[in-house]
Nanobody, 127 residues
Framework: QVQLVESGGGLVQAGGSLRLSCAAS????????MAWFRQAPGKEREFVAV????????YYADSVKGRFTITRDNAKNTVYLQMNSLKPEDAAVYYC????????????????????WGQGTQVTVSS
């Protein structure tokens, strides 16, 4: 059974930083593209970033480019999201997701491309 467990959320002032972690278990993690999505109250879940299985290819939402960095450590079955220069509009529940698809395509921007999801971690940014 695949489990994704996010951690690292919390309250931070605007301009500050947080690093989210997502620990995966239950399948061969290195086979899965991994992503972060977020959902703010009253809004749809939106794509944040994705990283390929082994060659480090990444895609980012325009709203976070240059501020957020997604990385992964396959030996630790963990994916990270380093968030810098946080803004109040970054506040949301952040979800980790894994896909059984092999290669990144444009579909990786969409939630239905992913097969497994974590429970989410709350990020609050004060102005």
């Amino acid at each position: 059974q695949v489990q994704l467990v996010e951690s690292g959320g919390g309250l931070v002032q605007a301009g500050g930083s947080l690093r989210l972690s997502c620990a995966a278990s239950g399948r061969t993690f290195s086979s899965d593209p991994m992503a972060w999505f977020r959902q703010a109250p009253g809004k749809e879940r939106e794509f944040v970033a994705v990283i390929s299985r082994t060659d480090g290819i990444t895609y980012y939402a325009d709203s976070v480019k240059g501020r957020f960095t997604i990385t992964r450590d396959n030996a630790k079955n963990t994916v990270y999201l380093q968030m810098n220069s946080l803004k109040p509009e970054d506040a949301a529940v952040y979800y980790c997701a894994a896909s059984t698809n092999t290669y990144l395509t444009g579909s990786a921007y969409y939630a239905d491309w992913y097969n497994y999801w974590g429970q989410g971690t709350q990020v609050t940014v004060s102005s």
